[in-house]
């Protein structure tokens, strides 16, 4: 059988130059495809225009916590908080213990509920303890470039100065809750032209790197198939039209959706954060200190102020210390970065109780703690192995 020459079309422009055009599969050349020119993944410096109060702004990874201005009016003092006359509660009941035994018991598939509820309790020891906690409300706020494809949007730029990061209006926080704002900053927005495509709308298709076309999968480019036989697929070009592209050698940009052109503005992102920090005077009944962040206790103070006094007159000097610290700390720390809204400290007794019984001629122990009334207890004295088929 005698071949036939693949045809050449010497004066036709396919793929990004013509992305209208596209051609019968017969009529695609069989070419080698040309490496495809991708375009800047990331925006050109010059890209975003000089805004004034944003002048440290970038693209991408925000320009950085911006610090508050100094207020216009003096911020009142803290004042001393309410001073307690009561400090402890009573050491839980026999009985609350043992309920407390019995329920654990209950939860553990291989304990039995023997020792938990014949056990002999024969000593209850309180070990309560004392968590001070202060709490600092904060809202940062930060700017960055951003842009997105262009479909009419409002164009204000240079319209008038924008109004300045810390003068934005943003809605009411729910204090001491963490929460986040995103807001375009007006008379920062502009109309660019895309840097991925260049401003073509689209971009040289990547599987077939902008020719239209591939080699045949099926006769592996030879045109053939056993011997003389025409390959079917490809009629015998040796390639075929790209899948990807519909045969066009381009593709709609992703980062204008074909548009062309971007829409550049300042994205304002306010955060709201409470920053917390504990401090649990040391208890010595043997239960390790961090099962005491699992559980809460009996407020028995509570101060909230924009800035807080440290507590005073507190019977345990350690929790008065550690309060002088964290406010130092806190008023020192967030201040720099951050507007201060509103501070809390408290102050909760944990009930931690030790609880000595007997099974079977040998004692044993366990702790009921926190106002949950959870319980720890390390080897206990009845438990079996047990498989599930």
């Given at each position: 059988?005698?071949?036939?020459?693949?045809?050449?079309?010497?004066?036709?422009?396919?793929?990004?130059?013509?992305?209208?055009?596209?051609?019968?599969?017969?009529?695609?050349?069989?070419?080698?495809?040309?490496?495809?020119?991708?375009?800047?993944?990331?925006?050109?410096?010059?890209?975003?225009?000089?805004?004034?109060?944003?002048?440290?702004?970038?693209?991408?990874?925000?320009?950085?916590?911006?610090?508050?201005?100094?207020?216009?009016?003096?911020?009142?003092?803290?004042?001393?908080?309410?001073?307690?006359?009561?400090?402890?509660?009573?050491?839980?009941?026999?009985?609350?213990?043992?309920?407390?035994?019995?329920?654990?018991?209950?939860?553990?598939?291989?304990?039995?509920k023997g020792?938990a509820k014949?056990?002999?309790?024969?000593?209850?020891?309180?070990?309560?303890?004392?968590?001070?906690?202060?709490?600092?409300?904060?809202?940062?706020?930060?700017?960055?470039?951003?842009?997105?494809?262009?479909?009419?949007?409002?164009?204000?730029?240079?319209?008038?100065?924008?109004?300045?990061?810390?003068?934005?209006?943003?809605?009411?926080?729910?204090?001491?809750?963490?929460?986040?704002?995103?807001?375009?900053?007006?008379?920062?927005?502009?109309?660019?032209?895309?840097?991925?495509?260049?401003?073509?709308?689209?971009?040289?298709?990547?599987?077939?790197?902008?020719?239209?076309?591939?080699?045949?999968?099926?006769?592996?480019?030879?045109?053939?198939?056993?011997?003389?036989?025409?390959?079917?697929?490809?009629?015998?070009?040796?390639?075929?039209?790209?899948?990807?592209?519909?045969?066009?050698?381009?593709?709609?940009?992703?980062?204008?959706?074909?548009?062309?052109?971007?829409?550049?503005?300042?994205?304002?992102?306010?955060?709201?954060?409470?920053?917390?920090?504990?401090?649990?005077?040391?208890?010595?009944?043997?239960?390790?200190?961090?099962?005491?962040?699992?559980?809460?206790?009996?407020?028995?103070?509570?101060?909230?102020?924009?800035?807080?006094?440290?507590?005073?007159?507190?019977?345990?000097?350690?929790?008065?210390?550690?309060?002088?610290?964290?406010?130092?700390?806190?008023?020192?720390?967030y201040s720099?970065?951050?507007?201060?809204?509103?501070?809390?400290?408290?102050?909760?007794?944990?009930?931690?109780?030790?609880?000595?019984?007997?099974?079977?001629?040998?004692?044993?122990?366990?702790?009921?703690?926190?106002?949950?009334?959870?319980?720890?207890?390390?080897?206990?004295?009845?438990?079996?192995?047990?498989?599930?088929?």
């Amino acid at each position: 059988m005698e071949t036939q020459p693949i045809m050449n079309h010497q004066n036709r422009n396919y793929g990004v130059a013509n992305p209208g055009y596209v051609p019968a599969a017969e009529e695609r050349p069989a070419m080698f495809a040309p490496p495809a020119a991708e375009g800047p993944s990331a925006p050109p410096v010059g890209m975003f225009d000089s805004m004034p109060g944003y002048e440290g702004t970038v693209a991408g990874g925000g320009g950085g916590f911006l610090p508050p201005p100094m207020p216009i009016h003096p911020q009142p003092m803290p004042e001393p908080g309410p001073e307690q006359p009561q400090w402890n509660i009573p050491s839980i009941s026999e009985d609350t213990a043992r309920d407390a035994f019995v329920l654990f018991a209950s939860s553990k598939c291989c304990y039995s509920k023997g020792p938990a509820k014949d056990g002999v309790i024969t000593a209850m020891d309180a070990f309560n303890t004392y968590r001070y906690r202060l709490e600092t409300y904060t809202e940062t706020r930060s700017t960055e470039w951003s842009h997105e494809p262009y479909h009419g949007q409002p164009v204000d730029a240079y319209a008038q100065p924008p109004p300045g990061p810390w003068d934005i209006h943003t809605k009411t926080p729910n204090f001491f809750v963490d929460d986040k704002q995103v807001i375009k900053v007006p008379y920062t927005s502009s109309m660019k032209s895309c840097h991925v495509c260049v401003g073509m709308g689209r971009k040289p298709c990547k599987d077939c790197a902008g020719a239209g076309n591939k080699v045949c999968w099926v006769c592996n480019g030879s045109g053939y198939r056993h011997g003389e036989d025409r390959c079917h697929h490809c009629s015998g070009r040796g390639r075929e039209n790209c899948s990807h592209c519909q045969g066009q050698g381009s593709r709609q940009c992703e980062m204008c959706h074909g548009k062309q052109q971007l829409l550049v503005y300042i994205n304002l992102t306010v955060k709201w954060t409470n920053n917390t920090d504990n401090y649990v005077v040391e208890q010595l009944s043997g239960l390790p200190a961090n099962h005491l962040s699992e559980v809460s206790g009996k407020e028995l103070f509570r101060d909230t102020q924009y800035m807080v006094y440290p507590v005073m007159g507190f019977p345990d000097p350690s929790v008065v210390n550690a309060a002088q610290r964290f406010v130092k700390e806190h008023q020192g720390k967030y201040s720099q970065t951050s507007r201060i809204l509103q501070q809390r400290q408290t102050i909760e007794l944990i009930p931690v109780t030790k609880v000595t019984y007997l099974w079977k001629g040998k004692s044993h122990i366990y702790f009921v703690y926190g106002n949950e009334f959870k319980v720890k207890a390390d080897n206990y004295p009845a438990t079996c192995c047990c498989s599930v088929m």
